[in-house]
């Protein structure tokens, strides 16, 4: 399985990374390089849309703490927008919804960083 990565500029500084696909040991390096290359240019308010992921594995879930402990060391946040209950339970589980904000939808996520 493949992952697509799309990122698109957002109202004010923030940036939306729109996720397609799977989200494995082997797609995951794309889609830290995505939000990498958001934070090397200096943008810490990060919106990540997982309405489209169908899979995480442990591998993109440490992707995901890792772009949200880079862009807490300049102030920012890292909100996820997830409505598939499967994703959502592997959050719960793992306690990850302490640390993220994990929302129904995009306009949500945005009103929340601000």
Same mark, same amino acid.
């Given at each position: 399985?493949?992952?697509?990565?799309?990122?698109?500029?957002?109202?004010?500084?923030?940036?939306?990374?729109?996720?397609?696909?799977?989200?494995?040991?082997?797609?995951?390096?794309?889609?830290?390089?995505? &939000?990498?290359?958001?934070?090397? *240019?200096?943008?810490?308010?990060?919106?990540?849309?997982?309405?489209?992921?169908?899979?995480?594995?442990?591998?993109?879930?440490?992707?995901?703490?890792?772009?949200? *402990?880079?862009?807490?060391?300049?102030?920012?946040?890292?909100?996820?927008?997830?409505?598939?209950?499967?994703?959502?339970?592997?959050?719960? &589980?793992?306690?990850?919804? *302490?640390?993220?904000? &994990?929302?129904?939808?995009?306009?949500?996520?945005? *009103?929340?960083?601000?």
């Amino acid at each position: 399985m493949d992952i697509k990565v799309n990122v698109r500029e957002a109202q004010g500084d923030t940036y939306v990374v729109d996720l397609n696909g799977e989200i494995d040991v082997y797609t995951s390096p794309k889609v830290k390089d995505a &939000i990498g290359d958001l934070i090397d *240019k200096g943008h810490y308010n990060l919106v990540i849309n997982l309405e489209k992921v169908r899979y995480i594995d442990s591998t993109g879930l440490g992707v995901l703490i890792g772009g949200l *402990k880079r862009v807490r060391e300049h102030g920012g946040t890292v909100n996820l927008v997830c409505t598939n209950p499967q994703i959502k339970k592997i959050f719960d &589980i793992t306690g990850l919804v *302490k640390i993220f904000g &994990i929302y129904d939808d995009e306009d949500a996520a945005m *009103k929340a960083l601000v």
